[in-house]
DNA sequence: GCCATGGGTTATCGTCGTTAAGTTAACAAC
DNA sequence: GTTGTTAACTTAACGACGATAACCCATGGC
């Protein structure tokens, strides 16, 4: 209890700091003694998770270090051993998100080689099933501003999982001869008609939407025969 | 400078307190006299403007309800007199632009008795670029959670919008007789659709996109070619 | 035994949203 | 022309926040 500090300032918080009893400390380490090397790493990646967890249930700004520290049963500043501000923690969440879902695209692209609109098509709906069972982490993701360390990153997660997107585009521009078609336009468009469902649904709980299910496929179904119509000439709207 | 409180606790904070010299308040009101009633509501628009810009500049979290009163001129407790809280002010914008939102989409459905394929066509482009040039309320208003002052309101200002725009489709479906279609569900993919490529624009502002035009032209057709495409039967796309 | 170091702690800072209590200027009635 | 009343505003303070500085101490190589 001695004040080392040079100031001798009487303390003035520290009354219910750190005190909430709701948050009890996670006790399945295991051991009780203090770990040395490599050990970090867990804890690191400990406070990954209870982060993502917090941040999914309580959204990113009235999630508090010093929670995400009680959660663990440390202490708020122990958390910048690991990370150097709150901004990081959620920067790697990002990252490891973005990751998944560029992850889940290729995957579809290798794994089913047959007609390019059917794969488009399937992408499409896994874009949108994913962020639809992923919503805290789409959200943190898509629908906030990127923070800089994710901005500034050359291998920039979003741009790769795009990338992955215009493949199958330009697959089916050519399997399609769609002449005169702009696939990086139209990637960007179906991304953002993809990321439009996602993001409303999300963000709008309580709107009265049409059952999912017909909400999804009508919306891929759009989307898809959009890029094919949109592509070339509208000889069927009508609309000069 | 009278101590005039019970407690004679030492003050401990306010030394930088609305001590920032950058924030001058606006000097236009004229006179120097204290006001009375009527002035109030004045004051409140005023308080408005100034959330509004900086909520704009600096996000709404940024935002302190300090620096909201500094740029007036008035202390931060001065705007618990108008807003019972920070969100207040932050739901009175959003319902403000609600409802421009709405009435630019009526003025349009009113305005133009042409085909309504036309009318819709262009009401998806007014939206889209209502929202590129209203970034910051357009992310205020949509891209967070809604504060519960605007859900539980029974004038839901976005649902509000939303019927608007379904009335237009409804119109598509109609004189196109789409049969079949859900005129519903197709509202709120269109919508879901102009949302994501504003929603995605305002959020990633560092994103390679294709030229401004290009990509909100090719989009809007995209989705009404959708919704004509979309509503009866994929006799185009070939995918069973 | 010594000590560098990784994994923590406590104390403190300045700021935040918000509340409580007091001040002051403009009007109303007497 | 004093006396309320009240709208508009202030100062002081609270508890919580993100972050920093300074310290503590068990572990493990020497």
Redesign the pocket.
């Known amino acids: ?20 009893p709701a948050l009890e400390p996670d006790l399945t380490a295991g051991t009780c ?9 867990q ?1 690191r990646q400990e406070i990954l998770e209870a982060a993502k967890r917090l941040f999914a249930e309580e959204g990113y ?1 009235k ?5 995400i ?1 009680a959660s663990l ?6 958390l ?2 690991y990370f ?4 990081a923690v959620l920067a790697e969440i990002c990252a490891s998100t973005f990751r998944e879902l560029r992850q889940h695209c290729a995957d579809l692209r290798g794994a089913i080689p047959s007609d390019p609109l059917r794969v488009l098509h399937d992408a499409v709906t896994h874009y949108i099933q994913f962020g639809l069972e992923h919503p805290h982490e789409y959200h943190l993701t898509f629908n906030m501003p990127l923070p800089p360390e994710v901005k500034d990153n050359a291998e920039h997660p979003g741009d790769c999982a795009f990338q992955s997107f215009q493949a199958l585009v330009q697959d089916v521009v050519e399997a399609r001869q769609l002449h005169g078609a702009d696939g990086n336009a139209l990637t960007q468009q179906l991304w953002a008609g993809m990321h439009g469902l996602v993001s409303l649904v999300l963000l709008r709980p309580d709107f009265p939407w049409v059952e999912r299910s017909v909400l999804v496929k009508g919306h891929v179904q759009l989307l898809v025969e959009g890029v094919l119509r949109a592509a070339d000439g509208r000889q069927c709207g009508g609309l000069g």
């Open positions: 209890m001695i004040n080392h500090a040079g100031t001798m300032a009487e303390p003035k918080a520290s009354k219910l700091d750190e005190a909430t003694t203090r770990k040395r090397k490599g050990e970090g790493c804890r700004e999630t508090t270090i010093r929670r520290a049963g440390i202490s708020s500043t122990a910048y051993v150097p501000d709150k901004n």
